[in-house]
């Protein structure tokens, strides 16, 4: 097998400092910085003088390494950088296409910059970074690459997909032993590319950049980000694919996760039959990500294969839970980590409705909130198929028994996580009923569904025996116009008396906790897009300072209105994206339909929200 070997003076740009002049004791009086134990590739400017870090305020010591990913797989042997139909390998070594213009820092993650990458968040201010963010410069270590990968795509199966504006730019382990990859998204051209210019713009790299900190902040396992920027680079889109083509400007962002690896990943190897090659790159996602398998255990596939399963399910309820839909649940954007990624055209359901489609190009409505169980399911075989040729007879037995687990999985975590969201403590029998009623009433009236949880965890047990709602609970004020809502909370309340040592301000105490007041809403994300294409990133920062703190209320959202009823503008709001294949396949599930019969009617609630079948 032909690999390319990359010299690291050609792969890598150093700074004028170099490697290894810069002296750091002296640091240690002046900035409080000095030399401390590392990592693979930990800032040297890490932990030590005491207990306090400060972090590296500049990229000259700072670097990262591509050595575990480009040693550990054959890499593409053509160096030129056009589209092609690549074989036998994980990744083709590509650059980033740098902006000809004027780049601007929109924003940053201090988290991300502070506690995943060892950067004192003033490295912000530096031409350093902001070279580097924007694809100008590959620091110390670094050899960017382009993932291939395939997918099915609504249903069908798309062929090789791969990084087609994405460069994966390195590994980074920072000083709590975390392995992080980083990716910059909208960096140019690979060989992956299709059709596409390799660019991203403003208003959906904002998307990304929001929504992915939000869910961080929300306690949904997520892909990471640490910078966007802007440029005046022209980039033409049309937006909802209507033959009106507008100029847009292009923009990068940031991107982390422990891993990129998706289904897609496995798929392509899979049906290009390198076989070989898919059991080296398993086994390295074995050692690398999933501690608790033993790498010569002759059924870590199958162990590999029942996490993920489990995992999956639990991402998806968790998704749920806050009203999230991801827009695009195709193979090839779902993590073998089980974790968010690639946001595209999401959504944070407004009103309560099983139908919610974020995606206006979803016509059939594959990707409806109400389905992203069952689409999980459907992502979750195709991963089974891809893995059947490295299991023997008895594995694959085992494996299509955890595949058919998954729909309990999937009913258990999300019953926990709606009685969580009700302050209900314990396990009762009629608790899917209480909950799948709720549901039904708020789809009803349309009732805000983060808001109607959030109201309430703050309402009082008093205030709802007298069915008192305050003005200012406008969704639960909503909700009340149904005729069925005195006698739901009737039960509700006989429910809360089961709670065992509980009172009420225990119960809001729990509630507010799991029940965030603020979510990044559509319209949230248009209105800081808006004012960023005028170079006013005031909203954006707002929004990253709500949004790390969202069951927490807030003088600053409240005056921006972030809690209150979206405004009537919002309900225009369209989020698109086209496949990159044919629109075809797509499964019916079905839709919900009321019964007298109780035990029938809860029962068919809660089916839309679990899978039918594989």
């Not at 640490?226 to 400007?249: H, L, P, T």
């Not at 314990?426 to 899917?432: A, F, M, S, T």
Request: net charge neutral; aromatic share 10%.
């Amino acid at each position: 097998m032909l690999r390319l070997r990359v010299p690291w003076a050609v792969a890598c740009f150093v700074w004028a400092c170099g490697v290894g002049c810069v002296d750091l004791d002296p640091l240690c009086p002046s900035w409080g910085l000095c030399r401390a134990p590392l990592g693979v590739n930990a800032s040297p400017l890490g932990q030590g003088c005491g207990e306090t870090w400060w972090g590296a305020a500049g990229l000259g010591a700072w670097g990262l390494s591509s050595a575990s990913l480009v040693d550990s797989f054959p890499i593409d042997p053509i160096q030129e950088n056009y589209v092609r139909n690549v074989r036998n390998c994980i990744f083709s070594v590509v650059y980033p296409t740098p902006f000809k213009s004027k780049v601007l820092l929109v924003a940053v993650s201090k988290d991300v910059i502070e506690n995943i990458l060892d950067l004192h968040i003033s490295v912000q201010g530096t031409s350093d970074f902001l070279q580097f963010v924007s694809g100008g410069k590959v620091v110390l270590g670094s050899v960017p690459l382009a993932h291939r990968y395939g997918g099915h795509q609504f249903g069908s199966w798309a062929g090789q997909l791969g990084d087609g504006r994405a460069h994966l730019i390195g590994v980074y382990t920072n000083r709590h032993g975390e392995r992080w990859e980083l990716q910059l998204k909208g960096s140019g051209k690979t060989p992956y590319s299709r059709n596409g210019d390799g660019r991203a713009v403003l208003r959906s790299s904002m998307r990304e950049f929001l929504c992915s900190e939000a869910m961080h902040y929300l306690g949904i396992p997520t892909s990471r980000a640490a910078s966007i920027v802007v440029s005046d680079d022209e980039v033409w889109r049309d937006q909802f694919y209507n033959g009106n083509i507008k100029k847009e400007r292009g923009a990068i962002v940031l991107r982390l996760a422990k891993s990129w690896f998706r289904i897609g990943s496995l798929e392509i190897l899979a049906h290009s039959g390198e076989l070989d090659l898919q059991r080296r790159l398993l086994d390295f996602i074995i050692q690398e990500h999933f501690p608790l398998i033993a790498v010569n255990d002759s059924d870590r596939y199958l162990e590999f294969f029942s996490t993920v399963v489990s995992e999956t399910a639990n991402l998806i309820a968790l998704w749920m839970s806050v009203g999230f839909a991801h827009g695009v649940c195709n193979t090839d954007n779902f993590s073998l980590l089980s974790i968010t990624i690639d946001y595209g055209p999401f959504g944070f359901m407004d009103s309560y409705d099983p139908n919610f489609v974020p995606n206006t190009s979803d016509d059939e409505g594959r990707y409806k909130i109400g389905n992203q169980a069952n689409v999980g399911l459907f992502n979750l075989n195709k991963l089974l198929q891809a893995l059947k040729p490295l299991l023997d007879p008895r594995q694959k037995q085992l494996a299509s028994q955890i595949l058919e687990g998954y729909g309990q999985r999937y009913y258990t975590r999300f019953t926990e996580l709606f009685r969580a969201k009700l302050g209900l403590l314990g396990d009762d029998e009629d608790d899917n009923y209480l909950i799948a009623f709720l549901l039904k009433l708020m789809e009803d009236r349309r009732a805000d569904f983060t808001m109607t949880f959030r109201e309430l965890s703050e309402i009082t047990e008093d205030q709802l025996k007298e069915l008192r709602i305050p003005e200012e609970f406008w969704a639960l004020q909503d909700l009340g116009k149904h005729k069925l809502f005195s006698e739901w909370v009737a039960m509700y309340l006989l429910r809360l008396e089961h709670n065992k040592g509980d009172t009420d301000i225990k119960r809001r105490r729990r509630m507010t906790a799991v029940n965030p007041r603020y979510v990044l809403r559509n319209w949230m994300a248009e209105s800081a897009v808006q004012k960023a294409n005028l170079n006013d990133f005031s909203e954006v920062h707002l929004l990253q300072q709500i949004l790390q703190n969202p069951f927490r209320r807030q003088k600053a959202a409240e005056k921006a209105g972030y809690s209150l009823r979206p405004p009537a503008w919002a309900k225009d709001l369209k989020v698109i994206t086209l496949p990159s294949g044919v629109l075809q396949g797509q499964d019916d599930f079905g839709s919900f339909f009321c019964t007298s019969d109780v035990k029938a009617r809860r029962k068919r609630q809660l089916l839309r929200l679990l899978p039918l079948e594989v």
